[in-house]
């Protein structure tokens, strides 16, 4: 290996920074309003739930489909960590209004709509919109909903938020006014220029924070420090520091590395990188299986699918996390990978028990492999929610199912988070259903055998006898939309 | 004289009952609003951090805080011995609320001590460094369980009773008895709680707080610093929410950053965690309500006896004001011709509850169409015709008195019903509802039109007053204050409109200023819907003031009668001549007239005896009505908000733009409470649900499909209020009362209606699906 570089560089707004002083734990919020005293950004909640800290960062993106393009994504600056913010571009809203103090498009219309009372959620509000702005300029209601499933705002009820936003997106200044567009050229080389073909590693105190360069960077840092903490899109990292105020020493962030960004597509299946966000992975995903597609779309919000990955989804472990029922139903499985080697597994045996997974120090999630779905063969995944957006699920049930020439379960595949220590397979309800006629009084049966798989908790999310009840009702569902009849509601027929 | 303004001009820009934006709306978009932890810290600030027990009733044997102080940058730990002159804070003055536990824990969160350092970082990770050891205590933690282990009350009940409501209970041709669990609420004000203290020379000490109240601060810090009043001068320029959530909660903040700035000399800051903000500050009070009601077999209600019992946590707070606002909405728009209506505000091991948006209001109307709602069901009825029969008369009927004998002399709400139904189109689609329920296996719609009249002014009378200070400087511009605060409200924005309209002068010659105990004394909380309507007309005393002297003044100088000056358009009219607004200032200065004023104003007509449960505490009534249609997955329980129409009436709107914003708002925090927003304790009575990871607020996809509304903009107000206008703050939470009862009917569908649902709130998927099994059952 190289020498290592000693600093994280990336461009704020206008001004290109290089650190070399950050603590493992430094969070890009607190950098903006402590350091450099753009207090614009505003901290609501500290756990990337309410929006108030929402900033654009722009990065080099290549999933191995479009090439290289400079994205710009919204992320939640308080749980985004200043050591993942290398060859980026950190746009706040101090930068979008024009020096004269002209405001623009998105801001003013803000403003002609009384889109703000109290004002503390609106900064964040008007970064999410520049977000779609950039992207979309005839966006629906149903893009706006979604643009702004991870923004809070107490006082308005949205409604004035939305026209604003159907407002701005007619409002095209020429690009010199808007200031992503006219310095995308410049930025895009600066950024490559800012990348390190070097693993940077930065000591604050007794903390460290470590940025590999590559794959195999990564896998030596990992031979080093085993026990490093891992952290590719600190949705839930971030929370570990912002709530409970753990250590990370050493933090090693994966974010940037371009090989764990990759998405392969062949008649086979889907390979989907371990860094790949949420945002990312979402049209590859929904075009081999659409019931993904949706699900994704109420994962957190936008600036955490944006931030967080599958591969960070699937390692922590988490029973409720929303990504493992589906890929186990899908038959997914997991590389891990390490200084000695790599190893694949069926995902499924990768979760043993609560918080422990077939992960060994040394190793790290690669990538995840998705078989694509048999010709005929039916997939859904279903979660359940207190708020239908931007919520951790009560329970998630996916369904999978291949019929016969005479409508018999020829195979089968059921899954739910949310009613066990684990993400885990229903196998009575399998055994109930394989072989069976797919019929009412089938589905009646296996909805019975459900309570031999599984006796869910009670939470502050559910009761166990809601868990148990829905996850019934759940496989009822799933037999009758493959009857054609319409049982989930939906408050807009197409999400563009 | 430049003559070019004066000819083309003829109106001013931001007079009042126009549509005009946030005073502040472009600092809000452009991220230069400042709010209290945006301002430039005073050099050395330190930084605060509550430290929380975890235990929800329990002695404290010993707080061993050595390793809390050992932490490299703690510069000192405060626990209640360290109160200068007093540990109470307590705003009802029961003497019930330390600042910190001192020996006793008595809610799941409650602060025992507090850490000061050098960054917020180190207080906060000090903060949980402490060795606590308790002796447990037996804890309540349910209004259930209070009621059970004997109901000790944390302040007085109330009763409001008029004729013999139990001999006509018995008389009735029919009657029923039910119970209705109402969920508390979190505020989530998007700022949380903030205080910035600021030592000054001798006893001097001005702190920045992000409160509803500035006085109370005030008289709070004063109180524990052992200093008087005159010593403390609080500020707030903004808040980032409040919604009641501060009111009275800021207080200890603010008193611990003054101990902290006092002791060390030096500014000190206090900003918790959005989690130690919604563990340690109190919420919307839950309601257990037992109703007993009689009615003949068209709807028509005999009598009502109803018991409102409350969790008010460990102190009463505002909890006595919260459960009598509860008993002063029974009726929602309803005659009772028999009642009695009883509070019960229960001491619990939980947060202290406090004021939010409606102040028990809305509990108490919730619980009133729970009734109507039985009443439809029980007869096979549509409850909007149950609403229709109980409904006050006009003034006169003799159908006009409240249960606290107060006559309604403004009713509106037969116009009110009848336009919205009409223009909603309520009797067709729903029809068509049922129509649609028949053939919808899993889907099922429901729709329903609740009213909402919503008394005005605070029940304690001697808060209804409100000052103003107003200057003109000598180039023209004016300086405005007002005691009351801006919390995105647009009060700032209503009370520059009635100057400007007042001196017939552009609203940007209007300067607005942070409001603060040091120019405006005595003041109110902003609370109760009341801002607009108190500081509104102080503010319009102040100008009057002023322009009687400038009158006179004109008259004087100009040779002619007072008749003869007028304010016009940016100018003084005297005679045939127009002067410049500011060239007629500058003359006024030079001759020595005052151009400042403090206004004042008190709430006319009003008053109250508690005792006998008897007067006219309400100036006046605001009223407004919502059809909401919805659709549930009886499958999963999880629902759909497709269609709300609200009409809502605002007298004569003092700005169309920011009142709506207020109805919309309102409603989607208001339907917030009712649906998604759950508070959920464990066994050992702790609040899970402190976090917006745990506790779902409305998003946008939350809010209905389609929604419109409308001012009902024939409205003015019956009494003397500053244009004419009504208050706006809290009526609208309660049109959402239509989304639950609507809920309710798709739920009923499954049982062919023949039940009434009895839908507790909040009504999440949960408690829908879980009420579709128990009517599949029936």
Redesign the interface.
Known sequence: MAQASDSIRFILNDTEVALSDVAPTATLLDYLRLERRLTGTKEGCAEGDCGACTVLVGRLSNDGENGERLVYESVNACIRFVGSLNATHVVTVERLAAKDGTLHPVQQAMVDFHGSQCGFCTPGIVMSLYGLWLTNDNPSRAAIEKTLQGNLCRCTGYEPIVRAAEAAARERPLAIFDPITRTREAVTERLKALRSTETIVIRKGADCLIVPADATGLATVLDEHPTATIVAGATDVGLWVTKQMRPLNPAVFINGIAELQRIDRTDAGLTIGAGVSYTAAFDALSAAYPAFGQLIDRIGGEQVRNMGTIGGNIANGSPIGDSPPPLIVLGASVTLRSKNGMRTLPLEEFFIAYGKQDRKPGEFVESIFVPALPKGDRFAAYKVSKRRDEDISALLGAFRIGLDEDNRVRTTLVAFGGMAATPKRAKAVEAALIGQPWSEETVRAAQAALESDYQPITDWRATSAYRMLAAKNLLMRFFLESTGETVQLQRFEDVA | MDKSTFEEQTTIAGPMHTRL??D????????????I??M?EPAGTLHGALGLTDRAHAEILDMDLSAVAALPGVVCVLTASDMPHSNDISPSHLHDEPVLADGRVQFHGQPAFAVIAETR?IA??AA?RAKITYRDLPHLIDVADAMAQGGELVTQPLTLQRGDADGELERAPRRLKGQMRIGGQE??????HIALAIPGEDDEMTVWSSTQHPSEIQHMVAHVLGVPSNAVTVNVR??????GGKETQGNQFAALAAVAARKLRRAVKFRP???DDMMATGKRHDFLVDYDVGFDDDGRIHAVHANYAARCGYSSDLSGPVTDRALFHADSSYFYPHVKLTSQPLKTNTVSNTAYRGFGGPQGMVAAERIIEEIGYALGKDPLDIRRLNFYGEKGSGRDITPYHQKIEDNIIHRIVGELEVSADYRARRAAIIDFNKS????RKGIALTPVKFGISFTMTAFNQAGALVHIYQDGSVHLNHGGTE????LYTKVAQILADSFQIDIDRVKITATTTGKVPNTSATAASSGSDLNGMAAFDAARQIKDRLVAFAAERWQTTAEHVTFVANHVKIGEELVPFPDFIRQAYTARIQLSAAGFYRTPKIHWDRATGRGTPFYYFAYGAAVSEV???T??????VDRVDVLHDVGRSLNP??D??QI??????GMGWLT?E?L?W?EKGRL??H????Y????????P?I?N?RLAEWSENAEKTIGRSKAVGEPPFMLPISVLEALSMAVASVADYRECPRLDTPA???RI??AV?RLRGI
């Open positions: 934006r946030h502040s709306a472009h600092k809000h978009v452009a991220g230069t609003a400042d709010y932890d945006d430039p970082d906060r990770r949980r505020h989530f004000y998007l700022e949380g903004r808040m980032g929410g409040g919604f965690d959005r989690d919808s296996r899993v889907i919390m995105g409200q647009g659709s549930i997955d499958l999963t329980g999880e629902y759909l733009a920011i709506l914003g919309e708002g309102g409603f989607v925090q998604t759950e959920w464990d899970r649900t976090a917006p990871s745990t779902k607020i409305p998003l946008a996809s939350d809010r499909k929604f509304v999440t998927p949960e699906l879980m099994e």
